[in-house]
């Protein structure tokens, strides 16, 4: 163990005991990496129960200059949940309570700790809704969603994290326990600190605590999905469902790399021909669904659909679903030796123009691109795929992805649309925020965090 001398490693253990504060290497090194691929070993990894704990953790931290790096359960994939070469993880996994879930007022109250897909499973028995749902949703935490504002293939209709958040416990950087945000419907008094804290992936204070916002659950709800001859077919299509008058509640695409990557596990079979997938789900009304679903078929059919599939039973719906979340860890089965995963998101009127440029880029360059995501946002996966031989230096990669992340700002879009900056794409901040945005940013870092001790080196 680095940097931790025996007399801060006790006060650590008289906070957490012996069993929560882990200082072995072989304990350390698997709180080392996230799903970006950049790893580094956190000198020791706090795992504490309260929020009592974390404030104590963060005044001894506060005292001693010593960084925290917050950690959910590692899924972000831009390097937001590993150290930067120096510090200790304070890993927010034990405190996953659901402390209430309330129908009249429609929230709940959880600790950090919860996996989304549980809380999910959890309010639904109650008949009630709690609608981001991350492809990670089955592994990932509220607590690392919150940090992200992570969004997810249903946002289309119900928002991101950011939309759910009512209000917040945080634990600031000095050990100080504050409340952001009013756990009712409503509330306007002073500065909306609780939004400053979504998205801010552990920079600006340790998050103990989160009231969130739910809703009934929909009644019924309807999925289909078509394969097209090209992606354009299936962006002319997602451009035509937004002006039918009906609000689908998921428009997730797929190109013809995507396709080949899950073929096997689609509950139905596509052609050789087809080259991009599209599945659609509305909800609402039980009646509304079929009608809906007729509007959904006739747009997919208008815009060169090579087949539509409806799925008939619960199994191959949830095949259908299954298939759509393993794409991300299936890319590896193309063999590439490396991966940089985009996150950018244009205005759907531009989704065509950001993936001509993309073909443009994949024909001049050493990379095959596969792009997948929530075309109804507007927002796509781009992963760059390639072998480090094939390029002279990282630096020419790098330069390709500038290039994409440029074209998406010119075209009105953002270079993240859910993972966030992290590490990875800190170099990139540049292209959207101006100078004087980016000095703001920093103020109000120094202004909550005054040491910096706070995941240092992310996002700024
Ligand atoms: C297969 C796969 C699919 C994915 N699909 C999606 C998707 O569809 N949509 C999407 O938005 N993302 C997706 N992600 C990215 C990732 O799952 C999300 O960013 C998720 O919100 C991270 O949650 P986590 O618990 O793993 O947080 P972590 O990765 O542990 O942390 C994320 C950030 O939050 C901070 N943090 C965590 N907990 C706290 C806390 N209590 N207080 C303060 N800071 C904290 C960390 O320091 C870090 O900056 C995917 C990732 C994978 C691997």
Redesign the pocket.
Known sequence: MKKLGRRIVSQFQAILGQDFFLTDPADTVCYSF??SGIESVPWAVALPATTEEVSQILKLCHREGIPV?????????TG??VPCASGICLC?ARMNRIKSIDPVELSCVVE?GVITGRLQEEVERQGLFYPPD???LAF??I???V??C???ARAVKYGVTRDYVRSLEVVLSDGTVIRAGASTAKGVVGYDLRHLFVGS??TL????EITLKLLPMPAAVGTMAAVFPSSQAAMDSVTCLFTTGILPRCAEFMDALSLDCIRELLPFEPGPEDRALLIVEVDGPAVSINSQLEQVRQCLLNSRASAVYEPGTSVELSRLWSARRSL??SIKRLGFEKKISEDICVPRSSLSSMLAFLQDVASISPVEILTFGHAGDGNLHVNLLFNTRDFRSMEEVDGLVRTIMEKTVALGGTISG???I?LSKKPFLDIELSPPVIRLHRELKSLFDPKGIL?PY?IL
């Open positions: 996230d799903a790096i917050p950690r959910g359960a590692g899924t972000s994939t937001a949940s927010l950090p991350p492809a990670s990932c935490t607590g690392g969603n940090n992200t992570a969004g997810g992936e552990g204070g340790i998050i103990t991300s860890p859910e993972h966030g992290g995941n992310k």
